[in-house]
């Protein structure tokens, strides 16, 4: 039984969906990783903010597979990435680490972002190519198409991808950029992260269509619908986006359907607006769970290394949670800086009195 059983398991991994995209087993475990050290990332920023260590959080559980599927299937460093708040997922796997995550929660001295000028989940890097937004709804939905104009202007083969929640759509931000976007064919990927609820209003309340990727044929571009808990098939989806914006035949708006079990932010209560068998029911469709049985199916995850890697996890967590505690505040005077421009010693006007 045992001898059939490991046959069944290679005979599955010889078939297995991520080999013939691609991908290696090396490559899926990343992925895994990714999506697991988020996860815990995520939960002990929670934590940390209900004991009132930090004054705010704003969570991406839920959000990971879409995430990381999507961080995989660009070239990292090479591509821009105009990311929302949930995105920290997609940040770990483009190469933004713990310790920045948390110096940005904590509001740190380092903080990559905005040298703790913003709110925390500001996601920023200017060597990874990870623009810092701003905190107004969609605001860089537009900004991506700029990039995305300004690379074809250069004519280098660069992609933009940008991420927002579907509440974003019903802001004039997403038209006029996906407007722009068809009009010029600009290799800029629209990734919504449709988790049902802008805040606390429920989609059938938000917009008027069923799916968001409906409206992509209205500005000349396809509309991707993809189930946004499979990393695996998000990142087929995102790859076949990116490489025909390689082959200038401009952007593509992708649905990515998924879920947040948690309130919107720290500052809210979900129990107001939705009830507890819908949370638990869309749990048993958790972006960990799903590929944890993907993994396990094809011999690549049993138990004993899934344990290693929750181990590694809370090691890693608690590594960024404690330098970032330890770190000094930033001075006060350094807020003006790359603000303002250089200011004189003494102004003319003081000099003179």
């Known amino acids: 039984m045992a001898t059939m059983q490991v046959a069944e398991q290679l005979a599955a991994k010889v078939e297995a969906k991520h080999r013939r995209l691609g991908l290696s087993d090396n490559q899926v475990l990343e992925m895994y990783w990714y999506i697991l050290l ?196 998000v990142y087929r989806v995102i790859r076949e986006a990116a490489e025909r914006a390689r082959r200038g035949e401009g952007a593509t708006l992708v649905e990515a359907k998924t879920y947040r079990p948690v309130p919107h932010s720290s500052d809210d209560d979900d129990r107001t607006y939705r009830t507890r068998e819908e949370v638990e029911a869309w749990k048993k469709k958790d972006p960990i769970l799903k590929m944890r049985q993907y993994l396990d199916s094809i011999g690549l995850l049993d138990e004993k290394r899934a344990q290693e890697y929750e181990a590694r996890a809370k090691e890693v967590v608690d590594d960024a949670n404690q330098f970032a505690k330890n770190a000094p505040f930033p001075p006060a005077e350094a807020a003006l800086e790359q603000v303002w421009g250089e200011l004189p010693k003494q102004s003319t006007v003081n000099s003179k009195q």
């Open 38 to 233: 988020s996860r815990r990332l995520d939960e002990r920023m929670w934590i940390l903010h209900r004991q009132h260590e930090v004054a705010f959080h704003i969570s991406g559980i839920g959000h990971e597979g879409t995430q990381v599927g999507a961080g995989f299937a660009l070239r990292k460093g090479h591509d821009w990435i105009h990311p929302y708040y949930r995105d920290m997922a997609l940040a770990l796997a483009l190469g933004m680490t713990p310790r920045d995550l948390m110096l940005a929660l904590y509001g740190k001295q380092g903080d990559p972002a905005s040298g703790a000028r913003q709110m925390p989940a500001h996601y920023g890097s200017r060597a990874l190519k990870i623009v810092t937004g701003s905190s107004p709804v969609a605001t860089q939905i537009p900004q991506a198409s700029g990039i995305g104009f300004a690379i074809k202007y250069k004519g280098t083969d660069e992609v933009v991808l940008t991420c927002f929640g579907e509440g974003g759509t019903a802001e004039g931000d997403f038209h006029e950029a996906l407007n722009w976007a068809g009009i010029y064919k600009l290799p800029v990927i629209f990734l919504c992260e449709n988790n049902q609820y802008a805040i606390s209003v429920p989609m059938h309340k938000e917009m008027p269509v069923q799916n968001v990727a409906d409206r992509g044929a209205a500005y000349g571009m396809p509309g991707v619908i993809v189930d946004g808990n499979d990393a695996i098939e």
